[in-house]
């Protein structure tokens, strides 16, 4: 399984950021898959997720900002963030289940500048 996360940068408040996850080596449309983000200094936490049906969930920090969805025939999620905030400052990383084992993409880099 391979999960290859791009998009991240620097965006100034307000600002808007669209980030990509292709995945390989999973039966990407029956898998339920995420983006979750780490601050420095803090634990990862869950920013959205978008289940094989399209059903969506977010955490509340970023519900109305950010948008998660998914191109099954490129095998890919898409996050993506506007109004961005300097507390939205993480690496998001991309994930998914498979069997009871967690698999992350690499992180990409988000920072916001206020």
């Known amino acids: 399984v391979q999960l290859q996360a791009s998009g991240g940068g620097l965006v100034q408040t307000g600002g808007s950021l669209r980030l990509s996850c292709k995945a390989s080596?999973?039966?990407?449309?029956?898998?339920?898959m995420g983006w979750y983000r780490q601050a420095p200094g803090k634990q990862r936490e869950l920013v959205a997720t978008?289940?094989?049906?399209?059903?969506?969930n977010y955490a509340d920090s970023v519900k109305g900002r950010f948008t998660i969805s998914r191109d099954n025939a490129k095998r890919t999620v898409y996050l993506q963030m506007n109004s961005l905030k300097p507390e939205d400052t993480a690496v998001y990383y991309c994930?998914?289940?498979?069997?009871?084992?967690?698999?992350w993409g690499q992180g990409t880099l988000v920072t916001v500048s206020s």
């Open positions: 978008v289940t094989s049906g399209a059903a969506t």
């Open positions: 080596g999973i039966n990407f449309a029956i898998n339920t």
């Open positions: 994930n998914t289940r498979l069997r009871g084992y967690d698999y």
